[in-house]
């Protein structure tokens, strides 16, 4: 069965630069999510997108944005990095059409590592 | 504050054990949800639990789900090394679909062959 795909799995960057990540969630997924993991911490929430409209944001800093395109892939766009980004970065999909309780389970991508030198 | 908080924070164990970790949550939730992570690898999704399940079984898990103390136990059985990974557990913030998960500390489990 496909799974979330998430690109670039590692990426090295200095301080002060940009970064992009990319999701794709599994095919008819509607929603993305973005969580971070610092090391040996559980995942935070940053933000998600149903239907390519924020759902809900949770502790994702300015300097950070998201978006959900046309086609259901996403992109968590960082910028002006600091050492305190370097984390897994993991995008999880779900299917929420309606409120039918079968589809609340979220799908994890095998993440991104962020290493900020 | 965190909405689950697990416990033991780590566990080691003999193959063909049984495994145990606990999980309290906080607020009202419609499901709870357990996943396991390898050293610094993805989030595998292992069992869904319904606020209206008590227990559910799949394969060498167990999970059980107590609404009135706002807790929940995975209990893998005859465990094996490969079992070696950290568990969490993840709740809804709210019960509505498409709600973000919150986490769990993570309980990690060694099973030493």
């Known amino acids: 069965a496909a799974g979330v795909i998430q690109s670039p799995r590692h990426l090295i960057k200095e301080k002060r630069e940009t970064a992009t990540l990319k999701c794709y969630p599994i095919?008819?997924?509607?929603?993305v999510y973005w969580y971070q993991q610092g090391p040996g911490q559980d995942p935070q929430f940053l933000i998600s997108?149903?239907?390519?409209?924020?759902?809900d944001k949770g502790s994702i800093p300015d300097r950070f944005s998201a978006q959900q395109f046309s086609d259901y892939h996403s992109e968590l766009n960082m910028s002006s990095l600091e050492l305190g980004d370097s984390a897994l970065y993991f995008c999880?999909?779900?299917?929420?059409?309606?409120?039918?309780?079968?589809?609340?389970?979220?799908?994890f991508g095998p993440g991104t590592r962020l290493t900020v030198l | 504050s965190q909405q689950g908080e697990e416990d033991p924070q780590a566990l080691s164990i003999q193959e063909g054990e049984n495994a145990t970790m606990n999980c309290s949550y906080k607020?009202?939730?419609?499901?709870l949800q357990w996943y396991r992570q390898n050293s610094g690898r993805g989030l595998v999704h292992l069992i869904l639990i319904r606020s209206n399940e008590r227990e559910k079984h799949s394969g060498r898990l167990r999970v059980t789900l107590d609404t009135s103390k706002k807790s929940s136990s995975l209990l893998i059985t005859a465990s094996r090394a490969a079992d070696t990974a950290s568990y969490f557990c993840?709740?809804?913030?709210?019960?509505?679909?498409?709600?973000?998960?919150?986490f769990g500390e993570g309980t990690q489990l060694t099973v030493n062959p």
């Open positions: 999880a999909s779900s299917f929420e059409l309606g409120t039918t309780s079968a589809t609340d389970t979220q799908y």
């Open positions: 095919p008819r997924h509607d929603t």
């Open positions: 607020t009202s939730i419609n499901n």
């Open positions: 993840a709740a809804p913030l709210r019960e509505t679909s498409g709600s973000r998960l919150t």
């Open positions: 997108f149903y239907e390519k409209m924020q759902s």
